[in-house]
């Protein structure tokens, strides 16, 4: 499965953090992707693409 990272703040940086919105969306993904038989969790070093991934790493108590 790919998943493209939630929605970006427009910060003026080349590495912008997440909006409010897409925090919760990334939450939401994790609760979705709980159950999931997934085992593997890659992601880039961006802070949008981390923060994305993050939830659903602690979801299966992993590590992205």
Do not use: K
Request: with cysteine.
């Amino acid at each position: 499965m790919v998943v493209r990272h939630a929605e970006r703040a427009e910060d003026g940086t080349d590495d912008p953090p997440l909006t409010e919105g897409g925090a919760d969306r990334a939450r939401r993904l994790a609760e979705r992707l709980s159950t999931s038989p997934a085992s593997v969790l890659c992601a880039t070093a961006y802070r949008r693409t981390q923060a994305t991934a993050t939830p659903t790493a602690t979801a299966w108590n992993g590590s992205v």
